[in-house]
Protein backbone atom coordinates (compact mmCIF):
# COMPACT_ATOMS: atom_id res chain seq x y z
CA UNK A 1 0.00 0.00 0.00
CA UNK A 2 1.19 3.24 -0.81
CA UNK A 3 1.37 6.82 0.42
CA UNK A 4 1.55 9.79 -2.11
CA UNK A 5 2.23 13.22 -1.12
CA UNK A 6 2.13 16.22 -3.58
CA UNK A 7 2.88 19.76 -2.63
CA UNK A 8 1.38 21.81 -5.07
CA UNK A 9 1.45 25.99 -4.83
CA UNK A 10 -1.38 26.55 -2.69
CA UNK A 11 -2.38 23.02 -1.34
CA UNK A 12 -0.92 19.61 -0.91
CA UNK A 13 -2.68 16.18 -1.99
CA UNK A 14 -2.82 13.04 0.07
CA UNK A 15 -3.55 10.07 -1.89
CA UNK A 16 -3.43 6.45 -0.98
CA UNK A 17 -3.26 3.76 -3.29
CA UNK A 18 -3.39 -0.34 -3.15
CA UNK A 19 -1.16 -1.36 -6.76
CA UNK A 20 -2.91 0.76 -9.23
CA UNK A 21 -6.17 1.60 -7.27
CA UNK A 22 -7.13 4.89 -5.51
CA UNK A 23 -8.37 4.17 -2.11
CA UNK A 24 -8.69 8.04 -0.68
CA UNK A 25 -7.53 11.45 -1.47
CA UNK A 26 -7.07 14.51 1.31
CA UNK A 27 -6.40 17.91 0.02
CA UNK A 28 -5.34 20.03 2.65
CA UNK A 29 -3.01 23.51 3.55
CA UNK A 30 0.36 22.63 4.71
CA UNK A 31 -0.96 24.01 8.22
CA UNK A 32 -2.63 20.83 8.52
CA UNK A 33 -0.68 18.41 6.84
CA UNK A 34 0.99 16.52 9.80
CA UNK A 35 -2.27 16.01 11.07
CA UNK A 36 -3.76 14.36 8.18
CA UNK A 37 -0.75 12.15 7.63
CA UNK A 38 -1.41 10.81 11.24
CA UNK A 39 -4.97 10.47 10.58
CA UNK A 40 -4.33 8.76 7.58
CA UNK A 41 -1.58 5.97 9.23
CA UNK A 42 -4.43 5.21 11.28
CA UNK A 43 -6.86 4.65 8.83
CA UNK A 44 -4.72 2.78 7.29
CA UNK A 45 -1.63 0.54 9.29
CA UNK A 46 -0.89 -1.26 6.05
CA UNK A 47 0.92 1.65 4.02
CA UNK A 48 4.44 1.10 3.75
CA UNK A 49 5.89 3.14 0.73
CA UNK A 50 5.82 6.58 0.39
CA UNK A 51 6.38 9.51 -2.12
CA UNK A 52 6.99 13.13 -1.57
CA UNK A 53 6.80 14.62 -4.32
CA UNK A 54 7.83 18.96 -4.58
CA UNK A 55 8.94 18.69 -1.15
CA UNK A 56 10.20 22.74 -0.66
CA UNK A 57 7.24 23.58 1.08
CA UNK A 58 7.63 21.03 3.85
CA UNK A 59 9.15 21.36 7.65
CA UNK A 60 12.37 19.20 7.35
CA UNK A 61 11.69 17.38 10.34
CA UNK A 62 8.13 16.20 9.06
CA UNK A 63 10.03 14.62 6.18
CA UNK A 64 12.96 13.10 8.26
CA UNK A 65 10.21 12.04 10.48
CA UNK A 66 8.51 10.18 7.84
CA UNK A 67 11.65 8.84 6.13
CA UNK A 68 12.51 7.14 9.59
CA UNK A 69 8.86 5.22 10.00
CA UNK A 70 8.46 4.60 6.46
CA UNK A 71 10.33 3.46 2.63
CA UNK A 72 10.09 6.92 1.24
CA UNK A 73 11.08 7.96 -1.97
CA UNK A 74 11.29 11.98 -2.87
CA UNK A 75 10.92 13.02 -6.49
CA UNK A 76 13.81 13.97 -8.13
CA UNK A 77 15.75 13.91 -11.65
CA UNK A 78 18.01 11.26 -9.80
CA UNK A 79 14.91 8.54 -10.24
CA UNK A 80 14.21 6.06 -13.03
CA UNK A 81 11.41 7.42 -15.19
CA UNK A 82 9.97 4.83 -17.93
CA UNK A 83 10.69 6.88 -20.83
CA UNK A 84 13.67 8.70 -22.98
CA UNK A 85 14.25 12.14 -21.92
CA UNK A 86 14.62 14.53 -24.87
CA UNK A 87 14.67 17.62 -23.19
CA UNK A 88 17.33 19.37 -23.91
CA UNK A 89 17.68 20.86 -20.31
CA UNK A 90 16.71 17.70 -17.91
CA UNK A 91 17.95 19.23 -15.17
CA UNK A 92 15.80 21.90 -15.32
CA UNK A 93 12.59 20.29 -16.16
CA UNK A 94 9.72 20.17 -13.32
CA UNK A 95 9.75 16.92 -11.58
CA UNK A 96 5.94 17.07 -11.80
CA UNK A 97 5.97 17.16 -15.65
CA UNK A 98 8.48 14.23 -15.43
CA UNK A 99 5.15 12.50 -13.10
CA UNK A 100 2.77 13.85 -15.54
CA UNK A 101 4.21 11.82 -18.75
CA UNK A 102 4.68 8.80 -16.61
CA UNK A 103 1.02 8.49 -15.73
CA UNK A 104 0.81 8.75 -19.82
CA UNK A 105 3.23 5.94 -20.39
CA UNK A 106 1.04 4.01 -17.94
CA UNK A 107 -1.98 4.35 -18.93
CA UNK A 108 -1.37 5.15 -22.40
CA UNK A 109 1.53 3.05 -23.93
CA UNK A 110 2.83 3.50 -27.37
CA UNK A 111 0.51 6.26 -28.28
CA UNK A 112 1.31 9.79 -29.02
CA UNK A 113 -0.11 11.84 -26.20
CA UNK A 114 -0.77 15.83 -25.13
CA UNK A 115 -0.65 16.11 -21.02
CA UNK A 116 -1.86 19.50 -20.74
CA UNK A 117 -1.90 20.32 -16.81
CA UNK A 118 -4.40 23.19 -15.62
CA UNK A 119 -2.88 24.81 -12.18
CA UNK A 120 -1.25 27.79 -11.59
CA UNK A 121 0.65 27.84 -14.87
CA UNK A 122 -1.01 25.37 -17.61
CA UNK A 123 2.09 22.73 -18.94
CA UNK A 124 1.98 20.74 -22.34
CA UNK A 125 4.08 18.22 -22.26
CA UNK A 126 4.60 15.92 -25.36
CA UNK A 127 5.61 11.89 -25.45
CA UNK A 128 5.83 9.90 -28.57
CA UNK A 129 4.35 6.80 -29.41
CA UNK A 130 8.09 5.71 -29.41
CA UNK A 131 8.18 6.66 -25.71
CA UNK A 132 10.23 9.52 -26.58
CA UNK A 133 9.56 12.57 -24.29
CA UNK A 134 10.20 15.94 -26.46
CA UNK A 135 8.75 18.74 -24.23
CA UNK A 136 6.18 20.82 -23.98
CA UNK A 137 5.17 24.70 -23.45
CA UNK A 138 4.63 26.71 -19.95
CA UNK A 139 1.94 29.48 -19.87
CA UNK A 140 -0.11 31.49 -17.40
CA UNK A 141 -2.64 29.88 -15.41
CA UNK A 142 -6.44 31.10 -14.77
CA UNK A 143 -5.58 32.50 -11.53
CA UNK A 144 -2.10 33.72 -12.96
CA UNK A 145 -3.72 35.70 -15.14
CA UNK A 146 -6.40 37.41 -13.18
CA UNK A 147 -3.70 38.01 -10.66
CA UNK A 148 -1.35 39.90 -13.26
CA UNK A 149 -3.88 42.01 -14.60
CA UNK A 150 -4.50 43.68 -10.94
CA UNK A 151 -0.95 43.76 -10.03
CA UNK A 152 0.87 45.22 -13.26
CA UNK A 153 -2.06 47.64 -13.62
CA UNK A 154 -3.21 50.76 -12.03
CA UNK A 155 -6.91 50.36 -11.54
CA UNK A 156 -8.06 46.88 -13.04
CA UNK A 157 -9.48 44.72 -9.82
CA UNK A 158 -8.73 41.62 -8.60
CA UNK A 159 -11.64 39.18 -9.42
CA UNK A 160 -12.68 35.77 -8.46
CA UNK A 161 -12.84 33.27 -11.61
CA UNK A 162 -15.90 33.15 -13.55
CA UNK A 163 -17.06 32.25 -17.38
CA UNK A 164 -19.10 35.18 -19.04
CA UNK A 165 -22.00 34.81 -21.08
CA UNK A 166 -20.60 37.00 -23.41
CA UNK A 167 -17.35 37.02 -25.68
CA UNK A 168 -18.03 41.09 -26.14
CA UNK A 169 -17.31 42.28 -22.78
CA UNK A 170 -19.48 45.42 -22.01
CA UNK A 171 -18.32 46.35 -18.86
CA UNK A 172 -14.69 46.03 -16.93
CA UNK A 173 -15.27 43.28 -14.70
CA UNK A 174 -17.27 40.96 -18.13
CA UNK A 175 -13.95 42.32 -20.12
CA UNK A 176 -11.43 41.18 -17.90
CA UNK A 177 -13.06 37.97 -17.37
CA UNK A 178 -14.11 37.34 -21.63
CA UNK A 179 -10.10 37.98 -21.46
CA UNK A 180 -8.82 35.40 -19.32
CA UNK A 181 -11.59 32.69 -19.92
CA UNK A 182 -11.81 32.92 -23.77
CA UNK A 183 -7.48 33.35 -23.59
CA UNK A 184 -7.32 29.86 -21.86
CA UNK A 185 -10.05 27.92 -23.58
CA UNK A 186 -8.06 29.51 -27.33
CA UNK A 187 -4.86 28.94 -26.26
CA UNK A 188 -5.75 25.21 -25.16
CA UNK A 189 -7.75 24.37 -28.11
CA UNK A 190 -5.06 25.88 -30.18
CA UNK A 191 -2.51 23.86 -29.20
CA UNK A 192 -3.42 21.00 -29.21
CA UNK A 193 -4.86 21.83 -33.05
CA UNK A 194 -1.19 22.25 -33.91
CA UNK A 195 -0.56 18.90 -32.46
CA UNK A 196 -3.27 16.98 -34.43
CA UNK A 197 -1.83 18.64 -37.67
CA UNK A 198 1.57 17.02 -36.96
CA UNK A 199 -0.01 13.60 -34.77
CA UNK A 200 -3.17 12.92 -36.23
CA UNK A 201 -3.62 10.00 -33.78
CA UNK A 202 -3.10 12.19 -30.89
CA UNK A 203 -4.50 11.69 -27.39
CA UNK A 204 -4.72 14.26 -25.30
CA UNK A 205 -5.10 14.45 -20.74
CA UNK A 206 -6.18 17.72 -18.89
CA UNK A 207 -5.42 17.31 -15.71
CA UNK A 208 -4.68 19.76 -13.00
CA UNK A 209 -7.07 22.15 -10.20
CA UNK A 210 -9.16 23.92 -13.13
CA UNK A 211 -9.61 20.38 -15.27
CA UNK A 212 -12.80 19.54 -14.82
CA UNK A 213 -14.13 23.84 -15.75
CA UNK A 214 -11.97 23.67 -18.53
CA UNK A 215 -13.42 20.62 -20.28
CA UNK A 216 -16.62 21.70 -20.70
CA UNK A 217 -15.64 24.75 -22.27
CA UNK A 218 -13.03 22.82 -25.07
CA UNK A 219 -14.18 21.75 -28.58
CA UNK A 220 -10.97 19.11 -28.89
CA UNK A 221 -12.00 15.81 -27.27
CA UNK A 222 -10.45 15.05 -24.41
CA UNK A 223 -9.90 12.79 -21.39
CA UNK A 224 -9.92 15.06 -18.07
CA UNK A 225 -8.59 12.97 -15.34
CA UNK A 226 -7.66 15.11 -12.18
CA UNK A 227 -5.95 12.49 -10.42
CA UNK A 228 -3.78 12.02 -12.90
CA UNK A 229 -0.58 13.48 -11.42
CA UNK A 230 -0.94 11.67 -8.62
CA UNK A 231 -1.30 8.03 -10.36
CA UNK A 232 1.85 8.79 -11.99
CA UNK A 233 3.48 9.39 -8.95
CA UNK A 234 2.48 6.07 -7.91
CA UNK A 235 3.53 4.66 -10.72
CA UNK A 236 7.05 6.06 -10.29
CA UNK A 237 7.43 4.83 -6.96
CA UNK A 238 6.33 1.44 -8.20
CA UNK A 239 8.67 1.53 -11.28
CA UNK A 240 11.56 2.25 -8.65
CA UNK A 241 10.94 0.03 -6.18
CA UNK A 242 9.99 -3.17 -8.21
CA UNK A 243 12.14 -2.80 -11.33
Given amino acids: MNLIIDVGNTLLKIAVFQEDKL ?11 ENAV ?17 VGRLP ?31 NTLGVDRMALVAGAVKQYPNRNVLIIDAGSCITYDFITDQNDYLGGAISPGIRL ?29 EAIHSGVMYGVIKEIDGVINEYKDKYSDLTVILTGGDANFLSKQLKNSIFANSNFLLEGLNFILEYNTHS
Fill in 23 to 33: LEKMVVEVSAF
Fill in 38 to 54: KKIFKNYPKIDKCMLAS
Fill in 60 to 90: KQVIIDLQKKHKTLILDASLKFPFHNCYATP
Fill in 145 to 173: RYKSLHDFTANLPLLDSEMPKNIIGDRTS
